[in-house]
C-alpha cells in the first residue's frame, strides 16, 4: 500500500477513554491503536462523547479514512489487510488458524466475561458501569439509559447461559481463558514468536484494561496474575508501542 495516497488523514474515533468507555470497549479501543502502531500506520484519535452513535452499527471504536468508515477491531484489521498492510504474512496456515482461534477466544470469552462483571455485578453497576455509562448524559437520562442498556446486556447474557452463573464460575472461564493463552506464550516474546500479530494486540488491549482498571471486585485481576507471563507480555508491548 502507497500509505502517502492511501492512508491519509485518517482517525480512530473512541468514547472518552478516561471517565466514559466501560471495560470492554476500552479494551477494544487500546487494542485498535496497538494494531495501527504495530503496522507503523498513523493515526489520530478523537474521543468523542457519542461514538456509539456515531456508528454506523453501534460498534466501537470507528475508524474514519476518508468518507470511509470502519467500525470495530476485525473490521479494521480486514479493512488494513485489504489495503496490503498484514502482520501475518511470516506465518504458516496452521499458525493464522491459531492466531484466529485465540482472537475468537479472546473476543467471544474473555469479553463476556467483562460484560457479566460490570452489568450483572451489582456493586460494579452502581459505584463504575453506571456512572461511567450516564457521565454524557444529563438526568434523567444519565439514570434511564444505563437502566436500559442493563437490561439488553442481561438479556444477551441469558442468551449466553450466563445469567444463572456465579462470580466464582465466572472467574473460571476468565482462568480457562488466561491459563491457554500463557501456554501458547510460553517464553515467547508474542503469542506466535518474535513477531506480533493483530492477536497480540487484542490481547494487550484486554490484559492492560484488566490490570489497570479500578473495580470494586478483583477476583478476576486477581486471576490473571497467577499468570506472570502475561503479566510481562503485556508491560513489554506497552514499553514497545506507548512509551518510545
Not at 494494531?35 to 474521543?47: A, D, E, G, K, Y
Not at 457479566?116 to 460494579?124: F, G, P, S
Not at 442481561?154 to 473460571?172: F, I, N, Q, R, Y
Not at 490490570?211 to 514497545?240: A, D, S
Request: include cysteine.
Amino acid at each position: 500500500m502507497n500509505a502517502a495516497q492511501d492512508w491519509e488523514d485518517v482517525s480512530l474515533f473512541t468514547p472518552y477513554l478516561n471517565d466514559q468507555a466501560l471495560m470492554y470497549d476500552f479494551a477494544e479501543c487500546l487494542a485498535v491503536q496497538t494494531f495501527l502502531r504495530m503496522t507503523s500506520l498513523p493515526f489520530n484519535v478523537r474521543q468523542r462523547p457519542n461514538v456509539d452513535f456515531i456508528s454506523p452499527d453501534g460498534v466501537i471504536p470507528l475508524l474514519k479514512i476518508n468518507k470511509t468508515l470502519i467500525t470495530g477491531f476485525n473490521a479494521i484489521v480486514d479493512f488494513v489487510h485489504k489495503k496490503g498492510v498484514t502482520l501475518t504474512s511470516h506465518l504458516s496456515e496452521t499458525q493464522v488458524a491459531d492466531m484466529r482461534a485465540n482472537i475468537s477466544m479472546i473476543e467471544h470469552l474473555l469479553t463476556t466475561v467483562e460484560m457479566y462483571v460490570l452489568w450483572k455485578h451489582d456493586e460494579t453497576y452502581e459505584k463504575v458501569t453506571k456512572p461511567r455509562f450516564g457521565s454524557v448524559f444529563h438526568w434523567p437520562l444519565s439514570s434511564v439509559l444505563p437502566f436500559l442498556k442493563r437490561r439488553k446486556i442481561l438479556e444477551e447474557l441469558a442468551d449466553k447461559d450466563w445469567d444463572s452463573k456465579t462470580m466464582d464460575e465466572v472467574g473460571e472461564q476468565a482462568d480457562k481463558v488466561f491459563r491457554a493463552l500463557s501456554a501458547q506464550l510460553g517464553t515467547q516474546k508474542y503469542l506466535t514468536g518474535e513477531l506480533p500479530t493483530e492477536a497480540d494486540a487484542l490481547l494487550f488491549g484486554h490484559l492492560y484494561t484488566l490490570i489497570t482498571v479500578r473495580l470494586p471486585l478483583t477476583n478476576i485481576t486477581n486471576i490473571l496474575k497467577k499468570y506472570t507471563n502475561l503479566i510481562e507480555f503485556t508491560k513489554r508491548v506497552e514499553q514497545q508501542y506507548f512509551k518510545q
